[in-house]
């Protein structure tokens, strides 16, 4: 490989990282979910191999296991589809056109007039690239290696997009939207690009489940008639249309209620939870061989699910945190020797910490949950505070909410969909600190601020309005082409398709050897805490 021109060219160069972790448990706070292994700091093993448990499978001194692992990754990121269980359904040309005309009919959507000449379809061949960066060794920052020699192989998933042949005849179908778990910004954005681009190919039978999985049973609650017209202004505030909701019933009369209402496609907007939920509804329909087509699209501000660049709501959410920041800037700032602390969201993921405190420049010291530290002792976080107050004034502390578990009593209770309630950490830390510096007899102003159902609650801003936009019109290409099980994210910017197992079998975490920790470390300038 060619080398940059250099002032130096230092053979043998090494760089020690301080804040490099030996082992950490990457696990969920949902038993249901639950998977913990560890991943060693020399040799990070790929997620995706540990996830499907084949590591031990794979002998790395036979001269055909990148081949092997390739025809295993391809088994792996195949997408399901309608064709797997019912083998005789048959595929018709797409009646989503990229050409449009004007409705013949004004008024009446799927009129739409197709150019037969217009090829701007995606091939079912198309892929987009997982990796793109060649780590030459195990141990240069966030490598993520297959094997021990850091080996490239080429990892390809599945393009998103419109495909020319669709396996649904648009007059038959019945298609329903529903929104589960935790709100997130954005949610309204995809509802309306779902049902719009539904309209487009064509179909008039489109419903809102109400509030979550729950909407399927409760005899209470019925379904949203949904069109253009009443999706046309819903992303202009933020929450769901439909309402969400934890817990529910079982998959199986999730299934039953299918059938029942005769829904053949079945967009869910979820985070883990609801997509082991949507994998369990599609396996089901499989079971019963029904011609049904369930497609997720990834919600969660955390950004804890796998392989992709990021969900939906998470840049609103770090955009919206700013403000939270600031005001404890400020806060702390203009007292005599203050102290702010901000609890952000991130159930197992510090992401949402991690870039707000790296887009406000005003944050000394990031708490998340990959990263373990200690508040008392001489290398604690308090210690280090003192050290802040007696050297600039003023400290501000950005803490994950699920930092720092290990420091709290554990209450063992659980919320509706099974997730564990965590105890508050930035109470904790705001309580220790108090008492630290009356303990110390130094004076010390602490505010605690937790924006967390403000920052949930917002409408998308414009980058998301653009990534749900996009997530919704995929979600149904998806369904058209007939795929089920799947999920929709970006991939190096590109959209992809995902069987949703790979997604969710376990969070994505940040990497305590990613540039990006390191980088949010180099601008807080927090030393160790462990
Ligand atoms: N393992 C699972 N299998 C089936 N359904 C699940 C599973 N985990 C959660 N769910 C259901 O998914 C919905 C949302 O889950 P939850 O964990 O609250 O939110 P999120 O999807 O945002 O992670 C709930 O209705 C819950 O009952
Ligand atoms: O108060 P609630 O509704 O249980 O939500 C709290 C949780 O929601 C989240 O913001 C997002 O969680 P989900 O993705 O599971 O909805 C978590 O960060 C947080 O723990
Ligand atoms: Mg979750």
């Known amino acids: 490989m060619d080398t940059l021109p250099h002032v130096i060219t230092t053979p043998n160069l090494t760089t020690t990282f301080r804040h490099g972790l030996t082992t950490s448990t990457l696990r969920y706070s949902n038993p249901r979910l639950f998977r913990s292994f560890k991943v060693a700091n020399n040799f990070r093993v790929s997620s995706e191999l540990k996830s499907r448990n084949n590591t031990t499978t794979i002998d790395y001194t036979d001269p055909d296991w990148k081949m092997k692992f390739t025809e295993n990754f391809e088994k792996r990121f195949r997408l399901p589809h309608v064709t797997d269980t019912l083998p005789d359904s048959v595929s018709m040309p797409s009646t989503f056109c990229l050409k449009m005309r004007t409705p013949v009919k004004s008024g009446v959507p799927g009129n739409y007039q197709l150019d037969e000449e217009w090829n701007g379809y995606i091939n079912d061949n198309d892929r987009v690239l997982l990796k ?3 780590h030459s060794s195990p141990t240069s920052a966030g ?11 080429e990892q390809w998933v599945h393009r998103a997009g419109p495909r020319k042949n669709i396996y649904f005849k648009p007059e038959e179908v019945k298609a329903a939207i529903v929104t589960c778990g935790g709100l997130c910004p954005g949610l309204n954005d995809v509802i309306r ?3 719009i681009t539904l309209e487009i190919y064509g179909v008039k039978k489109i419903v809102g489940i109400p509030f979550g999985y729950r909407g399927f049973t409760n005899k209470e609650l019925t379904e949203v008639p949904l069109s253009r017209k009443v999706v046309q202004n819903i992303h202009l505030s933020g929450g769901s249309l439909l309402g969400v909701s934890r817990g529910g019933p079982d998959v199986s009369e999730i299934v039953d209620s299918l059938e029942e209402r005769g829904i053949n496609m079945l967009f869910v907007l979820g985070g883990n939870g609801t997509h082991a939920g949507a994998n369990a509804i599609h396996n089901e329909c499989c079971k019963r061989r029904l011609k049904v087509s369930i497609i997720g699209v990834p919600k969660t501000i955390d950004n804890d699910i796998l392989l992709m660049d990021k969900t939906f709501g998470f840049d609103t959410a770090v955009e919206e945190a700013q403000r939270a920041i600031n005001a404890a800037y400020i806060e702390a700032h203009s007292a005599y020797h203050g102290i702010g602390i901000v609890k952000l969201m991130g159930r197992s993921s510090g992401f949402i910490a991690m870039q707000s405190s790296l887009a406000s420049g005003q944050i000394d010291i990031c708490l998340i949950p990959e990263v373990p530290f200690n508040l008392h002792g001489p290398h604690g976080v308090l210690s280090h505070l003192k050290y802040l107050i007696e050297s600039k004034g003023s400290a501000v502390v950005c803490v994950a909410e699920g930092a720092g578990q290990n420091l709290l009593k554990k209450t063992n209770a659980t919320d509706a969909s099974g997730n564990v309630i965590f105890g508050d950490i930035g109470v904790y830390i705001q309580q220790e600190t108090k008492k630290h510096f009356k303990e110390i007899g130094i004076h010390a102003d602490v505010k605690y601020i937790d924006p967390t159902y403000m920052i949930r609650a917002c409408r ?31 991939c190096n910017t590109h959209y992809a398709y995902f069987p949703i197992p790979e997604v969710i079998s376990h969070p994505q975490l940040v990497d305590p050897n990613s540039r990006m920790w390191h980088r949010c470390l180099t601008s807080t300038g927090q030393p160790d805490f462990d």
């Open 193 to 195: 690009q779902i049902v």
């Open 460 to 490: 998308a801003n414009a980058s998301d309005g653009i990534l749900c936009t996009v997530l919704g019109q995929n979600a149904v290409h998806g369904a058209f082409a007939g795929f089920s099980g799947i999920t929709v994210g970006t």
């Open 132 to 134: 793109t960066i060649y």
């Open 143 to 153: 490598a993520e290696c297959i094997d021990p020699g850091c080996n490239w192989v």
